[in-house]
Structures are given as C-alpha cells and as structure tokens.
C-alpha cells in the first residue's frame, strides 16, 4: 500500500523567506503523481503543484517549486519570497496513476510571520 | 466552467441521528467524485468513490454511506450518527483519468453532540 509521510508537523518563516516542506512517500508503481495541496484557514482545498513521476524536471508554479527526487522518493516543496498569505495547512498527495485515488498525507501547518 | 457545489457547509447533529450531505459538480460529464473526511489535526482520509451512477467503493469500513442518485450528485448519508463521525467532510470531483489533481468542495464541518 502506498504511503505518504509530512514529518514536519508545524513550521514557521518570515514574510520574504524561503522555506521548504518535506514530503516523502512509499510506493512500488512506475506510474504515479505527486502533488502539494495548500489549506488555509477557509479550510478550502488548493491545489499548489503537481509532479508526474516519468519527468525528470522539476514542476514550477511561480513561487512555488518541488524538488522530486524519484530514487529517494522525496518530494519537497519550496516556497520562495514567502508572504501572509501563505499561512495555510499543506498536504503532500500521492496518486497511483492506475487507480486515481489520492492519497494524502498528515499535513504541515505553516505560519508566515511579518 | 466547472463548479462543485457542497452544503449544508455547518452542521451540528445529535448522536443516534441521520445524516445526509449532499455534494454536485456543474460543468462536467461523468466525473469520478470522492468523500474525504478530515479529523481535527489530522490528514484527509479517502471514504468513498465513484466512477458513474449507482457505482460506489468504499475505502473504510464505518457508519457511513454513499450514493450517487445522478450523474453529478453524491450524497453522503448516515442512518445513526455516533460521536467519533465529527469531522470536516469534503466532497471532490476530477477528471476521468484524475491525473491532474482534484477540485474539492468547500467542506462540510459536522460536529455530533
């Protein structure tokens, strides 16, 4: 059964910081997406990023960017020049690209502080 | 464009009652559409999927029930509520092959007294 795993429950940086979030995942599939989902307080659900296993570049949403490292099945996400507003909970999402069904993982809190 | 529809967004209920939430996609044909449920400082846990009308597949074994009575509604029900099925409860919907992601609902906050 495919896993993901957030060890960071909680994390904090300043307004204009960089800060990364870790997510690592257990999976013996080929073919597969990864994707970090934001939660702000709303509790609405966002889709920040997503990663497809087969390509070797790493996804890049503006400020938002992965590090996908298939052979240690790592797949951080760095925020860049953080701001207010990226305060929110961040969930790293694992999808079997055979079965369509996202699997997350516990979540980390983020605070931006000014 | 596509749109999903989610309600009643609070809801407080007493043990031993029913429950019914109800969730609809606009836009789309066909769409895989899921229940999640996120207990408090916890991740989101996959209850229930459908790929069609009348096709269901639960993930957990519970108190609870899915339908889906068209194309573009899911209903989540329960016939008696207990305690431990308070949570914030999500409706998704995504594309046939969902690789892309899914979009979610607003979310539906239950809290059973």
């Known amino acids: 059964a495919q896993t993901v795993t957030q060890s960071q429950p909680e994390m904090s940086v300043q307004e204009a910081e960089t800060v990364t979030l870790s997510c690592t995942y257990d999976?013996?599939?080929?073919?597969?997406?990864l994707f970090w989902y934001k939660q702000p307080p709303s509790r609405q659900m966002i889709l920040v990023i997503r990663?497809?296993?087969?390509?070797?570049q790493n996804a890049t949403e503006n400020r938002f960017s992965v590090n996908f490292q298939k052979a240690a099945k790592s797949f951080s996400l760095k925020i860049s020049d953080s701001q207010l507003g990226d305060t929110a909970m961040y969930f790293c999402a694992f999808m079997n690209g055979n079965t369509d069904k996202l699997i997350f993982g516990t979540g980390t809190r983020l605070q931006v502080f000014p | 464009s596509q749109t999903i529809h989610q309600w009643p967004a609070t809801l407080v209920q007493p043990v031993g009652s029913p429950l019914s939430l109800e969730c609809t996609v606009e836009g789309t044909s066909n769409p895989n559409l899921y229940w999640y449920r996120q207990a408090a400082g916890r991740g989101l846990q996959l209850l229930f999927y459908s790929v069609g009308i009348g096709q269901i597949s639960s993930e957990v074994p519970q108190n609870l029930s899915a339908s889906r009575p068209q194309d573009r509604q899911f209903i989540l029900s329960s016939k008696k509520l207990l305690l431990s099925d308070s949570g914030f409860y999500l409706c998704a919907w995504s594309v046939l092959t969902g690789d892309y992601g899914y979009t979610f609902g607003s979310g539906t906050r239950l809290t059973v007294v």
């Open positions: 999976t013996s599939e080929n073919n597969y997406y």
């Open positions: 990663q497809e296993a087969y390509k070797q």
